[in-house]
């Protein structure tokens, strides 16, 4: 491998990608939420949640069979070259076909017509996702370049937000920034491409190799797209704006803290391919093994701990108006141990290994699982409902997934420090649910009481959970302590 980046590197480089992303809601929407309240910020949501599709279809499953097909030919700049030509020619057609699409449905469709500005504004999301070749800059492991680039952007939208959002009626305003945040900068992806790829085209095209491929991926993201944005359709189109702006502040910290937990899963899609294909099966279990250890460790302490404090989490994010959104919150907290797995399970191992179909058909029953649920439980329980149904649906994709490795990621399972995690979870709980009976006075705001309130609880439970892991010496906290140690010590010396 010519140049093979350090796994490390591009893990610190995703994980300030992953901070950026936390970030950024972590300050917008505390503001955005108190102006445009559950109504205006429902909108926004369902109207992404709706463009989502029709950016699924435009998109055809490239974004991850993208990654595979490059990582396999990154030392052949020719082949790379054809290919990348081939899947952006691909999108370039599917994009058309989808914004059609689109343009009919907002037409057609009175609810959707009915706010045909901000639909029509999300929508750019459609024709700048197909521009982006994020599939490129990840095969290639461009992670410094991916992070920058997010980063700029992200702080130009956050500017936005507070200068132009002012009013309840602002929120196709924000619809816009929050397209803005995510994609403005896919233009420059293409202008830069020329760095890795030639730009003339360079013949022998073969399009035909990639369609049954690209078929599978596209199912598997339509089946992941429908239940992972279904909930907020469904509740859009059977309920209110307000059910869909509850949801959104409890799915939106469920996202923040999912970028968190699957971070190393997502930079290592390209190099378990490199070694799937030089048969380099030991060092591919290796980072298996790792990556699956890390989902516990972190995934297990985060979903506990904020359905403890989801009441404050809430509050602090969204503010008073959002009071509907703590059950659902914490309904839903539990998905990020599931989806943390079956980021590794799926997109790490049985992607790399050829066996995605397996994955359409985890993904196929979970989609079945939320629609039926979701039919049921949303008329009644609305938001409440929503979270039911998303909660159990990542379950069922799991518990396939597992059984379609059963034999072959044993080992890894077995390899988790289950006990270490679960004894730091238990007693960090215990030590941090005091926090909520410390008296600090009647006259503090509800916003601040809930920051201060988070911010000593999380203190506690995750000092407790650290200190409980190296007290046991849990192998992978040890590790990620030495390698912090081994880097002060160089840069003292330096």
Known sequence: MAKQKSIKKNFIMNVILTMSSFIFPLITF??????????????????????????????????????????????????????????????????????????????????????????????????????????????????????????????????????????????????????????????????????????????????????????????????????????TVMLGFIKTDADVGYYNAAVKIKTIL???????????????????????????????????????????????????????????????????????????MPTLLFIGITNILGIQILVPLGREKMVLYSEIAGAVVDLILNSLLIPKFASSGAAIGTLVAEIVVFLVQLYALKGEIKEAFQSISYVKIISGSILAALASCCVVFIPLGDQMNTTLHSFIILMISALIFFGVYGAVLLIMKEKFALEMVNMVLKKKTKNVRD
């Open 258 to 332: 999912v970028s968190v937990v699957t971070s190393l899963g997502a930079v290592l899609l390209p190099r378990a391919s490199y070694y799937i294909e030089r048969n380099m099966i030991q060092e591919f279990k290796r980072i298996s093994s790792k990556a699956l250890n890390f989902v516990f460790m972190i995934s297990c302490p985060l979903f506990i701990y904020f359905i403890l404090f989801a009441k404050q989490g809430i509050l602090f994010l969204s503010g008073d108006a959002y009071d509907g959104a703590i059950i659902p919150m914490q309904i839903i």
């Open 30 to 231: 505390p503001y955005v939420s108190r102006i445009l309240l559950p109504t205006g910020t429902g909108k926004v949501s369902f109207a992404t949640s709706f463009v989502s599709y029709f950016t699924l279809l435009a998109q055809l499953g490239i974004p991850t069979y993208g990654i595979r097909a490059c990582a396999k030919v990154r030392d052949n700049k020719e082949e790379l070259t054809r290919t990348a030509h081939e899947l952006l020619f691909i999108n370039f057609i599917m994009t058309i076909i989808s914004y059609a699409l689109f343009v009919a449905t907002v037409l057609l469709v009175p609810k959707i017509r009915a706010e045909k500005s901000l639909y029509f504004i999300v929508s750019f999301n459609i024709i700048l996702t197909a521009l982006g070749l994020d599939w490129l800059y990840k095969a290639l492991e461009q992670y410094t370049y991916i992070t920058v680039r997010s980063i700029v952007f992200k702080f130009i939208a956050l500017l936005g937000m507070f200068l132009l959002i002012h009013k309840e009626s602002d929120y196709v305003i924000y619809g816009g920034l929050v397209i803005f945040a995510g994609c403005a900068s896919h233009v420059f992806n293409l202008i830069n491409a020329h760095r890795f790829i030639g730009i003339r085209p360079v013949g022998k095209y073969n399009y035909k190799r990639h369609i049954k491929a690209v078929g599978v991926f596209f199912a598997m993201a339509c089946a992941t797209t429908i239940y992972t944005h279904l909930d």
